[in-house]
């Protein structure tokens, strides 16, 4: 079955740095348009970034671009966030999820096939 299993999480001060990992499983990786989304209490969970098959696009929320990097190693079935100038309004919930949609920008829940279980992230002020 599939899994997607994210790694990387934990406390970091405001201005710091996280590097979330995504490690696929049971799945055609790099057939399928991969995503970041989070989730903080009380919200609903948001888009963060998303990258296409090959990663040669990248697409990211408005809050955090510039911030915020989208990767992908297909050879190790692998994608990566990583985080850079943490703010505490980035404590959330961090999920990855798989798309099976043609077109790489995509940042609705909806259009995810895979989810994984999610990863804390807290960034103290």
């Known amino acids: 079955q599939v899994q997607l299993v994210e790694s990387g999480g934990g406390l970091v001060q405001a201005g710091g740095s996280l590097r979330l990992s995504c490690a696929a499983s049971?799945?055609?990786?790099?057939?399928?348009?991969m995503g970041w989304f989070r989730q903080a209490p009380g919200k609903e969970r948001e888009f963060v970034a998303s990258i296409s098959w090959s990663g040669g696009s990248t697409y990211y929320a408005d809050s955090v671009k510039g911030r915020f990097v989208i990767s992908r190693d297909n050879a190790k079935d692998t994608m990566y966030l990583q985080m850079s100038s943490l703010k505490p309004e980035d404590t959330a919930v961090y999920f990855c999820a798989a798309s099976s949609m043609v077109i790489s920008n995509v940042r609705s829940v909806y259009e995810y096939d895979y989810w994984g279980q999610g990863t804390q992230v807290t960034v103290s002020s």
């Open positions: 049971g799945l055609t990786f790099d057939s399928y348009v």
